[in-house]
């Protein structure tokens, strides 16, 4: 949720800015702007829009600072305008702030500025910030940003120039990620690696509470209360390529299209054949207790919640565990009844959304083990977390995600398997089990190489106003992701259902305008989802089938079919959502619709 670049080093400041932004633009995109310290003092452009509209903002102006800061904007305070973008800058013009996250106290403190006489002129959170910084400044800007984040309430990354102090950035951290980049003399601050990966791939991260002073050649980091903190570097193994569009027209198509090798990189190393079970480094020194658990909650928001519900039916099935999935924002404000024997899944991409990140912490304090399945290395859910195991889909940059959820699902599969084999299941159905999810990548290309198919769907249907996505058993989940996908990047209204609570009520919408997408593939509830499909049809539901390769029989029962491989029955999901993600895809690019940046959406959302 908005992105945050600075620079400080050898280079010009503002096309790196400006490339960082452009990078950051996919974790908000209502305004962006840039503060630079230049000889004649600190200067700041803003504007409301996307980076395009700041670029063509600033394409008179010539810009010689090697020092700067600069941030991409999802509103929270304030509605999008150039008024409201960031940088916010002090009275003085001496400060200028980039922020990303919420001050709860900012209307109390507001007041008490304005009581001192400041002039308040942007309805957001982060002039605040910058005014304290300025009422706090005597010739240090690292204690300034000290002595007023210690009176702040709430999330906060944010990133300060001075031109009283041109050496240096200040950072400072709570509850929203941030980083510190190391190059050959020159140094970065960014709130998400993508904005620094061309330079660099050595990062080091802050921590809550945690402020670090930036130069040229050097940072330290300390903590709000001064204590000095020594971090080590991490090094990046994400390349350029994983963040470029690679000749697709939106990263949505290319990471979509990237789902063989992710899920490939997902299991690579982790199968154990002799053993018929998996090796998940992360969970290694977790074997014992994962042996004696007797319960699993998993708790995650969006489409890392439908991943949470395939992971249900899984760990019940195969590791014979009970399991309750609850949206993180519920289950942070619930008093949940966590015992010796429950084990708490927390499923994120990006490991720092907001929700998900306080109901782990809520976890942890009422004595869970708490693990996490991320994507982002080195993200806070990752670093705070018991253990847990990355999914390894790399970058995801589009909005809508695709790749991590099939990667989550191959995590959940293998966890199931692992704790399958210390309980219910035997070593032939383990080995069934890991010959079926190694067969998942070539037979997803074989579902990418008929995306003609889908496209001709998509071009019948993508005027239509609303959908009904129908799925039993684990493929319910797959039928509320494939709503969630076509909802977010075409707005298009779509709900999800158990087929069979079509009946209850959603079956009063069906008429000859409804398209009713029905996975309906062969397994052990075929006949149900059949009787479902001829209740659509007879109020003349037009029905989109996911069928099996080699169904004979649907073909005549419903106005279009797209065959996937065949696949053991628990595994469904892996294939099943490929399809729809596509056919979303198609809808939003017919729709004329910004399929990476969806409106009022953003990548990763760090606020509650
Ligand atoms: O990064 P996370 O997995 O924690 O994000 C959770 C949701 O915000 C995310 O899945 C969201 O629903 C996506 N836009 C879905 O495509």
Not at 377 to 382: K, L
Request: hydrophobic share 40%; with cysteine.
């Amino acid at each position: 949720m908005c992105g945050i670049v600075g620079y400080i080093g050898h280079r010009k400041a503002t096309p790196i800015l400006i490339d960082g932004l452009k990078r950051l633009e996919y974790r908000g995109y209502d305004s962006a702007g840039i503060a630079l310290i230049e000889d004649e003092g600190l200067i700041h452009e803003k504007t409301a829009g996307k980076v395009d509209a700041l670029v063509a903002h600033l394409a008179d102006r010539t810009f010689t600072s090697h020092v700067g800061i600069a941030h991409t904007r999802w509103a929270t305070h304030g509605e999008p305008s150039d008024l409201n973008a960031h940088p916010q800058v002090d009275n003085s013009g001496n400060i200028a702030v980039v922020h990303n996250g919420i001050i709860e106290n900012y209307r109390a403190l507001r007041q008490i500025l304005e009581q001192q006489g400041y002039k308040i002129l942007s309805d957001t959170d982060t002039e605040i910030i910058a005014h304290l910084i300025g009422f706090h400044y005597e010739d240090d800007l690292t204690e300034a940003v000290r002595a007023s984040m210690s009176l702040v309430v709430g999330t906060y990354a944010i990133a300060v120039i001075d031109k009283r102090s041109p050496d240096v950035i200040v950072a400072a951290r709570n509850g929203a990620p941030l980083l510190i980049a190391c190059g050959e003399n020159e140094n970065f601050v960014a709130s998400d690696a993508a904005a620094i990966l061309s330079y660099t791939n050595k990062v080091t991260y802050l921590e809550d509470r945690e402020i670090a002073t930036v130069s040229i050649n050097n940072f330290q980091i300390s903590t709000i209360e001064k204590v000095k903190v020594d971090r080590q570097a991490t090094e990046l193994d994400w390349t350029l390529g994983a963040i470029e569009k690679a000749g697709h027209d939106y990263f949505m198509h290319k990471e979509i299209h990237e789902q063989p090798e992710t899920l490939h990189n997902a299991m690579r190393g982790r199968l154990n054949f002799e053993e018929a079970t998996v090796r998940l480094n992360g969970l290694t020194d977790h074997l014992d207790d994962l042996s004696r658990i007797k319960r699993v909650i998993i708790t995650a928001c969006g489409t890392s919640w439908h991943a949470a519900l395939i992971g249900e039916y899984l760990l019940e099935e195969y590791a014979g565990l009970p399991v309750e999935v609850e949206y993180a924002s519920e289950f942070r404000y619930r008093s949940p009844i966590i015992d010796d024997g429950t084990l708490v899944l927390v499923i994120s991409q990006s490991g720092e959304t907001a929700d998900t990140l306080a109901a782990m912490r809520e976890a942890r304090r009422k004595g869970a083990k708490a693990l996490g399945i991320v994507n982002s290395v080195g993200s806070t859910i990752a670093r705070e977390s018991d253990g847990g195991v990355y999914i390894h889909a790399g970058p995801e940059i589009g909005v809508a995600s695709t790749k991590a959820f099939t990667s989550q699902i191959m995590v959940l599969s293998l966890i199931t398997i692992l704790l399958g084999r210390m309980r219910n299941i035997s070593a032939n159905m383990g080995s069934e089990m890991i010959a079926a999810l190694e067969s998942v990548p070539e037979k997803i290309q074989s579902i990418l190489d008929r995306e003609d198919e889908i496209k001709k769907i998509a071009e019948l249907y993508y005027q239509s106003n609303n959908f009904l996505y129908l799925g039993r058993g684990v493929n319910f989940p797959v039928a509320l992701e494939g709503a969630l996908k076509l909802k977010e990047i075409s707005y298009i209204h779509a709900e999800g259902y158990p087929a069979a609570e079509m009946k209850h009520g959603p079956i009063a919408l069906i008429d000859e305008k409804m398209p009713v997408v029905v996975i309906a593939t062969k397994d052990s509830i075929y006949d149900k989802v059949m009787s479902n499909i001829s209740q659509v049809r007879a109020r003349k539901g037009r029905v989109i089938a996911i069928a099996t390769e080699g169904d004979t029989e649907i073909a005549q029962h419903v106005n279009h079919v797209f065959y996937i491989p065949a696949i053991k029955q628990c595994f469904t999901p892996l294939l099943s959502v490929i399809p729809l993600q596509l056919m979303a895809y198609h809808m939003a690019v017919l729709r004329d619709c910004n399929v990476d940046q969806p409106r009022n959406l953003a990548k990763s959302v760090t606020v509650e």
